[in-house]
Nanobody, 121 residues
Framework: QVQLVESGGGLVQPGGSLRLSCAAS????????MGWYHQAPGKQRELVAA???????MYADSVKGRFTISRDNAKNTVYLQMNSLKPEDTAVYYC???????????????WGQGTQVTVSS
C-alpha cells in the first residue's frame, strides 16, 4: 500500500523555525512531483511549495524567502524547512505527491494525513 507519512509539525513562536518531513512508503517506482499545501480554519487548501523530479521548485508568494522545499530521492522523502514563521502560517500542512508505484500504477493526487503547525507566542 502506497501512502505518505508526515512529521515535524508543532507549536513555535513567531520568528521561529520548523522542519516538516514527508516520506512516501510502499513499493515506489518513481516520484514525479511532491509538494506541501496548507489549510487554515475556514479557508481553502493552498499550495505552499512543490518540487519536481528534476529539482524544479515553486513557492507561494507568501513564503518565498522564508521556506525551502527539498527532497531526498533515495529515501522518497520531501522536506519543508520553514523559517521566520508568522502567525498567519498557522494551518494544517498536507503533503501531496504524484508518483508511480510498482504493480499499482500512477497515483497522481496522493495526500498525507496532515500535520498541525501553530505559530503563536
Amino acid at each position: 500500500q502506497v501512502q505518505l507519512v508526515e512529521s515535524g509539525g508543532g507549536l513555535v513562536q513567531p520568528g521561529g523555525s520548523l522542519r516538516l518531513s514527508c516520506a512516501a512508503s510502499g513499493s515506489i517506482f518513481s516520484i514525479i512531483r511532491m509538494g506541501w499545501y496548507h489549510q487554515a480554519p475556514g479557508k481553502q487548501r493552498e499550495l505552499v511549495a512543490a518540487i519536481t523530479s528534476g529539482g524544479r521548485t515553486m513557492y507561494a508568494d507568501s513564503v518565498k524567502g522564508r521556506f525551502t522545499i527539498s527532497r531526498d530521492n533515495a529515501k522518497n522523502t520531501v522536506y519543508l524547512q520553514m523559517n521566520s514563521l508568522k502567525p498567519e502560517d498557522t494551518a494544517v500542512y498536507y503533503c501531496n505527491a504524484d508518483l508511480i508505484a510498482r504493480g499499482s500504477g500512477r497515483y497522481n493526487d496522493l495526500w498525507g494525513q496532515g500535520t498541525q503547525v501553530t505559530v503563536s507566542s
